[in-house]
């Protein structure tokens, strides 16, 4: 059992390197809107922009810090489908609503 | 030995079962709230640019930098208990609650910078959904700092052991759901 857990044991560099990860995604996402007017790129492209970072820092927090890349694979897909499902639906109602206007 | 093989490969949940469902429970009912507010704000598209524009980006980014800190030092502690350091975990769950009451400082320093402008639950439907949201997802921060000083607690006083932490897992993931959530709210509700 114990050998068991240890082989779970991610190292503190990966889990640093995820934080700074997720950090330098959360500046991008926020500041996204001013990159994309500085290149005059249309709403749609800045809301995937977004909802993509959206799904790579849900990656970051299932794989490293919930330990779940080395779970069943029920469980990470479960909560990998929920970060992938979610900004896809999401992106979707605003899509459609640029569509009709 | 090749018994000892299989025994290392094997996949193994982190945690109790029980809390994995209670956080695809908390996320099923979070992801009917961002659906809804998607929906909503493309039926009110000018009413929720005007309300998004009163909010303070800013505190947004900071929150989510805080939760993702906070986040980061309860991985560190979790990784400190594989190695059966209890006391060592404890700290860092410390410095997680820490970094975490920084998240609700700020929080309650915006609701009040809206009450200051006369904005609240029934100034309109942005706003309802604004406070609904965020205010269910503080009472989730809420819980969770309560887990963790629970965890923090037991691991002080090395209830845990290197081969016996699923109830510090469980505590960890519930907290790591925390942050996962804010990260969808936080887009939804200041960036987008």
């Known amino acids: 059992m114990t050998n068991n857990v240890t082989n779970h044991i991610l190292s503190k560099k990966k889990i640093t390197y995820s934080w700074l990860w997720l950090i330098l995604l959360t500046v991008l996402s926020a500041y996204n809107e001013d990159i994309f007017?500085?290149?005059?790129?249309?709403k749609s492209l800045f809301i995937g922009c977004v909802l993509f970072i959206v799904f790579l820092k849900g990656q970051q927090i299932i794989d490293v810090f919930m330990e779940l890349s080395q779970a069943p694979k029920l469980w990470r897909n479960l909560l990998l489908g929920y970060v992938t499902l979610l900004p896809i639906?999401?992106?979707?109602?605003?899509?459609?609503?640029f569509e009709f206007k | 030995m090749p018994e000892l093989e299989v025994l290392t490969k094997e996949k193994r949940l982190p945690g109790d079962l029980a809390m994995w469902f209670f956080i695809l429970a908390e996320l099923t009912v979070f992801a009917i709230l961002f659906i809804g507010f998607s929906v909503a704000e493309q039926l009110n598209s000018d009413m929720f640019t005007e309300g998004k524009a009163k909010l303070h980006q800013i505190s947004g980014l900071i929150?989510?930098?805080?939760?993702i800190t906070s986040s980061f030092f309860v991985a560190l502690a979790l990784n400190s208990m594989h190695q059966g350091k209890g006391g060592q975990a404890a700290k860092l769950l410390v410095i997680a609650k820490l970094v975490a009451l920084i998240y609700i400082a700020v929080k309650i320093w915006e609701y009040n910078s809206l009450f200051d402008q006369h904005?609240?639950?029934?100034?309109?439907?942005?706003?309802?959904?604004?406070?609904?949201?965020?205010?269910?997802?503080?009472?989730?921060?809420?819980?969770?700092?309560?887990?963790?000083?629970?965890?923090a607690v037991k691991a002080a006083k090395n209830d845990y052991n290197a081969s016996n932490i699923s109830g510090f897992e469980a505590g960890a993931s519930y907290w790591h759901m925390v942050d996962m959530l804010w990260i969808i709210l936080f887009p939804l509700v200041y960036v987008i």
Do not use: K, P, Q, R
């Open chain 1, 37 to 42: 007017a500085l290149f005059t790129l249309n």
């Open chain 2, 63 to 67: 929150n989510t930098i805080t939760l």
């Open chain 2, 119 to 151: 904005i609240d639950i029934e100034t309109n439907t942005f706003f309802t959904l604004y406070f609904m949201i965020t205010f269910f997802h503080l009472m989730h921060v809420l819980l969770g700092m309560v887990i963790l000083i629970f965890i």
């Open chain 1, 89 to 97: 639906i999401i992106g979707l109602i605003y899509l459609l609503s």
